[in-house]
């Protein structure tokens, strides 16, 4: 697949899938049950005529068991392969999460990552700039890239992704190697709001360039399911971020509850909608904002079981009428998050 039919298929996409929360974490989602779940992905995607965007990583995990997972159900489900964009992180340190983007270290990151799913990635991303490694006055590495143009030229992988880059990285990157490039994911939800701010979606817009928004839930807390800290399993890396410390969530579930009492609970019986399903329309809702039409927001939320993928991928309940998007921005220009995205308690 070229990288203007990856960019296409990409547009098309109202909510892409997320794949982390699936094995990082203490006990992994069993295989049957994720199955089941990638499986209504895919057959949502499918009755919808596009492809299902499924986003993977070689460090999700030990051993590349996210990948492993793939592996497996492709080989359980060959004929769906041919119905899925794979976009795949790599170029770290799978034990420390230190960047590695040397030209080597990226081109083995592909092949490990390739090896371990089994054949073909649609798109490869370095999950960090490796700043490390650029020279004055740069503000990325060139061979990272370089690496993935090679990789590409082998048809080992179809495209490039961006992934948590600022203005200024996906200008030059894109200047060098805009050819190659189909999206850029960076964080987006309701308690992170950097990129409408810091000029990532509107250079995202301006190039045209999809944004492939990640945790766009808010790491579960904007499900309504975690009150405390208690509420999240030990081994869970959530659990030490100042974000979901007992302290700050007693400010942070504030905006929780004005979603619920101001905006789910004032709907009417026969329109009725989820807080996550809030949450996402928020996201897709950017879509109208004439100032990003050149982009495209697409969530990836998760969902490890075929109830929650049906809510997530419900798109009628994830559209937002323009009043509860203009109420809810009103609210968030008067509300903080305590914790910053990656902020350790």
């Known amino acids: 697949m070229s990288v ?22 203490a006990e992994p989602i069993p295989q049957s049950q994720a199955f089941e779940a990638m499986h209504r992905v895919v057959e949502l995607s499918r009755e919808r005529g596009h492809k299902a965007f499924f986003n993977v990583g070689e460090f999700y995990g030990p051993d590349f068991i996210n990948l492993s997972y793939v592996h497996d159900f492709f080989a359980k489900y060959p004929d769906l392969r041919k119905d899925v ?17 040397s030209h080597d270290d990226v081109v083995q990151s592909v092949k490990n990552s390739v090896s371990a799913i089994g054949g073909y990635i649609d798109i490869f991303e370095v999950a960090r700039i490796d700043t490390s490694l650029c020279t004055k006055g740069e503000v990325y590495p060139y061979e990272s890239f370089e690496a993935l143009a090679e990789m590409i030229s082998e048809g080992v992988i179809g495209g490039i992704s961006l992934s948590e880059v600022n ?34 979606a509107k250079t995202c817009a301006e190039l045209g360039l999809s944004i492939i928004c990640y945790s766009p839930l808010g790491r579960g807390l904007l499900t309504g399911q975690l009150k405390s800290n208690a509420d999240i399993p030990e081994g869970d890396f959530r659990k030490s971020l100042k974000r979901f410390s007992d302290e700050s969530l007693k400010k942070n579930l ?12 004032k709907r009417p019986q026969n329109n009725s909608i989820t807080l996550a399903q809030l949450a996402l329309g928020w996201v897709k809702h950017w879509n109208k904002v004439p100032e990003y039409s050149g982009a495209k927001f697409i969530p990836i939320p998760s969902g490890s079981s075929i109830s929650k993928v049906n809510e997530n991928f419900d798109e009628q309940k994830t559209k937002l009428p323009d009043q509860e998007f203009n109420a809810i921005n009103k609210y968030l220009t008067t509300f903080h998050t305590v914790g910053d995205r990656y902020e350790m308690a």
């Open 4 to 25: 203007a039919d990856l960019k296409n298929n990409i547009h098309k996409l109202d909510t892409g899938y997320g794949l982390m929360s699936l094995t990082w974490r």
């Open 85 to 101: 964009v794979i976009s795949c992180k790599g170029g770290a340190d799978n034990a420390t999460l230190t960047p590695r983007g």
């Open 254 to 265: 504030t905006l929780v509850r004005f979603l619920q009492e101001e905006i789910v609970d």
């Open 167 to 200: 203005e200024e990285q996906i200008r030059a990157i894109h200047k060098d190697w805009g050819k190659f490039l189909t999206c850029v994911e960076v964080e987006l939800s309701l308690f992170s709001t950097d990129i409408l701010h810091n000029g990532i």
